[in-house]
T-cell receptor
Framework: TQLLEQSPQFLSIQEGENLTVYCNSS?????LQWYRQEPGEGPVLLVT?????EVKKLKRLTFQFGDARKDSSLHITAAQPGDTGLYLC????????????FGDGTTLTVKP | GAVVSQHPSWVICKSGTSVKIECRSL??????MFWYRQFPKQSLMLMAT?????????EQGVEKDKFLINHASLTLSTLTVTSAHPEDSSFYIC???????????FGDGTRLSIL
């Protein structure tokens, strides 16, 4: 069974601060996705990383996939209240019709 | 692109009622669809995986006779909660994935409240 450990579980910061969320596993994944979910809505895909060592940037968000494709991080620069939400990482399946493995999520609150 | 529509968004009904939730991929063919249940401030709990034209694969502890899943086409999957009871009240979310190692795209969820 593949497991993804996500940390921290809860994070409350002031507007303008930086933060990093981690997603770690002992298993190799074909790809890794990051999602953000707001209350009462479904998760929205932020990024997919596929290649070991890959770094992708989405405005103030920087995503990195570990060299061995076992871990990933999400760094947010100068957080804003609009970044508040539940962040989920998901490891892609190794088989074509297989299921993804989701982390337990990080609940981020950015206070104005 | 990659839009998934889930309907209804909110259901309130009496105990004993059966409720059907639809999940549609609007602009891509979903070879695999997933159904999740989510409790407040928690991550997603996978209930079942369905591949088009095949029987759904249920996760351990999920009653297949209670949660009926049909994936009859490449754009539609349905989850029917049969004889729902208050303990079935939850937020149900579907997701869909195209062929290959594509990421999952999620619907907006259905809030189910059983009185």
């Amino acid at each position: 069974t593949q497991l993804l450990e996500q940390s921290p579980q809860f994070l409350s910061i002031q507007e303008g601060e930086n933060l990093t969320v981690y997603c770690n596993s002992s298993s190799v994944f074909s790809s890794l996705q990051w999602y953000r979910q707001e209350p009462g809505e479904g998760p929205v895909l932020l990024v997919t990383v596929v290649t070991g060592g890959e770094v992708k940037k989405l405005k103030r968000l920087t995503f990195q996939f570990g060299d061995a494709r076992k871990d990933s991080s999400l760094h947010i620069t100068a957080a804003q209240p609009g970044d508040t939400g539940l962040y989920l990482c998901a490891g892609g399946p190794l088989a074509n019709a297989g299921k993804s493995t989701f982390g337990d999520g990080t609940t981020l609150t950015v206070k104005p | 692109g990659a839009v998934v529509s889930q309907h209804p968004s909110w259901v309130i009904c009496k105990s004993g009622t059966s409720v059907k939730i639809e999940c549609r991929s609007l602009d891509f063919q979903a070879t695999t669809m997933f159904w999740y249940r989510q409790f407040p401030k928690q991550s997603l709990m996978l209930m079942a995986t369905s591949n088009e034209g095949s029987k759904a694969t249920y996760e351990q502890g999920v009653e297949k006779d209670k949660f009926l899943i049909n994936h009859a086409s490449l754009t539609l999957s349905t989850l029917t909660v049969t004889s729902a009871h208050p303990e079935d009240s939850s937020f149900y979310i579907c997701s869909a994935r195209g062929w290959g190692f594509q990421p999952q795209h999620f619907g907006d969820g259905t809030r189910l409240s059983i009185l």
